[in-house]
């Protein structure tokens, strides 16, 4: 079984339209992440988290919200999606005990907003 | 503004060729700098450099710090037909790489 997952895989939604991505680790991992990746753009941090009480935002919050709902739980949702949150978003989660830690990406979510 | 920038944003080689791929940053507070592989979808992790690492290898892969230049570079000898991907660097600015910088990438594709 994949240590990260995301659900659904692939989406296809209307412009307005509320949408929620899950990602689930087992990993054990406290932190956890979330990207979107657009051409050109590279991979760009949406939220992240340290733990179930601890939520940033990363560089492209707006039109996002996360909900951590447990340790292994991470989730993102778009409240009215508009066409240009069309991307591929991926989950990633981290280790916390080093002074480094490399980040473990999920599988990702192919989003499309029309 | 902390920016990551990747050179050649693509590159085509015949198989058995050796390649080497570029990473340049400037950051504040740079941590770490990580090489990753994206093939199909999720990014696979390859190397993490530091202040106290800056060489690292793996088989036909090997990466090397800069930190004077604020650059890396990977270097593949020998490739395969496998190793055609999308190759990411990102660069860690705090402690325990809680955020990532990334730059667009380089996508590398081997002709057999």
């Known amino acids: 079984d994949a240590d990260v997952t995301q659900t659904p895989r692939n989406r296809i939604t209307k412009t307005g339209k509320r949408i929620m991505l899950e990602c689930s680790q087992t990993k054990g991992h406290d932190r956890m992440y979330w990207y979107r990746q657009d051409p050109g753009l590279g991979l760009r941090l949406i939220y992240y988290?340290?733990?179930?009480?601890?939520?940033n935002k990363g560089e492209i919050s707006d039109g996002y919200s996360v909900s951590r709902q447990a340790q292994a739980k991470f989730s993102l949702s778009l409240e009215s999606a508009i066409p240009n949150q069309t991307a591929l978003y991926f989950c990633?989660?981290?280790?916390?005990?080093?002074?480094?830690?490399?980040?473990?990406f999920g599988p990702g979510t192919r989003l499309t907003v029309l | 503004e902390d920016k990551v920038v990747q050179s050649p944003l693509s590159l085509v080689v015949h198989e058995g060729d050796t390649v080497t791929l570029n990473c340049s940053y400037e950051?504040?507070?740079?941590?770490?700098l990580l090489w990753y592989k994206q093939e199909k979808k999720a990014p696979t992790f390859l190397f993490m450099l530091?202040?106290?690492?800056i060489e690292k290898k793996s088989g036909r892969l090997s990466s090397i710090l800069d930190k004077k230049e604020l650059s890396s570079i990977l270097n593949i000898t020998a490739t395969q037909t496998g190793d055609s991907a999308i190759y990411l660097c990102?660069?860690?600015?705090?402690?325990?790489?809680?955020?990532?910088?990334f730059g667009t990438g380089t996508r590398l594709t081997i002709i057999p």
């Open positions: 950051v504040t507070n740079f941590r770490s």
């Open positions: 988290s340290f733990d179930v009480k601890d939520i």
């Open positions: 990102a660069v860690g600015t705090n402690f325990g790489n809680e955020k990532l910088t």
């Open positions: 530091t202040s106290s690492g």
């Open positions: 990633a989660t981290s280790d916390n005990r080093g002074d480094y830690n490399e980040q473990f």
